[in-house]
């Protein structure tokens, strides 16, 4: 390793910069857009590979990663303003992204600025929370590039003796859109049909001797399974950086059951010439995750909306370290029985009038117990962590709980998120369970049934260290008749 004094890149280095100030301005003003900020991002990274393997190197691609971040959330914003279905997945990638960006602190004790930022990130919880987010990121120092430091063994041996050839790094940032919505982290999408794979990329320099760019996949998947394009352009006119857009088809043959992981993808870029073939760095959204889930082939609960939250959970739950994958099996398990049951009692009202908590029990034993794959498996009444539960299936706790006043909601689920997490603690396991019946007399109709199952994540006392995660489920009983909630209006009439 070599450390070469490079004051040349100053320039470039501090126009990108504050290029990427300006944005993150406008963004605290309430004015940028996702366009803007992605380009402020792809600049960052773009100084950062320059930089070569300095310190400085390091802080600006971790900026980056949070402007990445940001970006994520803009676009979360402009699809709640445009309705987009499931405008919640932009919010999902930035967290995981600012995850990662704390995994990656966590031995670095000279980043404490980047780190609170990233946890701020992790925190945003409304489209209002990203102004204060943006002010975050534009107080976080950044070194002065005076030196890059580059690898001896890697540079290019010089031309001749007095003039050594300098070394040119092209940077390739590639971003994908799959039916004209942005790629999602894993993104899911019907097995057995044709769908609209979009790229954008933004090539720092064409060389002089490169007539085309080519854009090929490489896995490790089985290849007759699927189908993945290969993107090639040609050499564009005008001056660099160049942005490039391209659109092929993708195709998945084969369903997934909800265990299975995504099926990985890496996205590769090389030049090619008459002579030889130039490799380019590749950054951005260069692995692709794709899940091939349908709820009408392969259905889990037998309830869209169910299954949909399912994979959602399932998702976040991956996000987490530590993770195992039975564990997490069981666990979406138990969601599939009580998730079900929770779409069959909206559907049928299986639950009329008020119950108590032990016929509210005896009654989701039954239900629980008339799967195959729990059966003899349902526990009743175990004890653990000092108390004595509910129900328990393979060491995981199901708690039960019963409301006969008022309406709840998943607010209330965490008066009871102690006691769940404390049971699963004790029975060693991140994971558990929390049922309620909602019982109590209702004058309005329920919501979708989406909107009673969730997972809530309960971090250790500390701050630190794994968190428990809780699935919650809530089961609608005691609904009115339909036709009690239809309003009459009386007309009146003048004489």
Known sequence: MKKIKRPEILYEVFSKRAKAVEVLSDVVQGRSTSTALAEASSSMHFVAKTLGESYAALRYEQFASLLDCLTHYIRWKEAIRSAEVEADRHARAAKQLAREVVRSLAKDSESVTILQAAEQIQAVSDVSDIESTAE????????????????????????????????????????????????????TVQPNTLHELSVEVRISRWPDNAEELILDVITVEQKDKFQLPQFKFQRPYGHAPFVLKGI??????????ISSRPLEFAYRAKFVSEDQETHVEVEGQRHLLLQSFDPVLNPISGYQLVDQQLVNIRNEA?????????????FLLVLTVLGKSAGAALQDNLFPGKFSEKQFQSKMREKMRSEPRIGSELEEHPKASGGITDLSFRRMRIELKVEQKRLISMEDAKQYLGQTSQYAAGSDTRFGILCMLDCSPKTNAPGSVANDISVISVKPPTNQGLPILVGVVIIRGNLPRPSSLSVRRKENRVK
Not at 146 to 160: D, G, I, M, W, Y
């Open 136 to 187: 975050v990121l534009l107080r976080i120092p950044l070194p002065l590039p005076l030196f890059v430091v580059e690898n001896e063994e890697r540079r290019p041996r010089p031309t001749s003796a007095c003039q050594p050839e300098e070394r040119v790094i092209t940077v390739a940032f590639i971003s994908f859109w799959l039916n004209n919505i942005v790629f999602g982290h894993p993104h």
């Open 248 to 257: 092929g088809r993708l195709f998945l043959e084969i369903p997934q059951d």
């Open 318 to 330: 991956r996000s987490q370290s530590g993770i195992r994958d039975k564990e997490l099996a069981d």
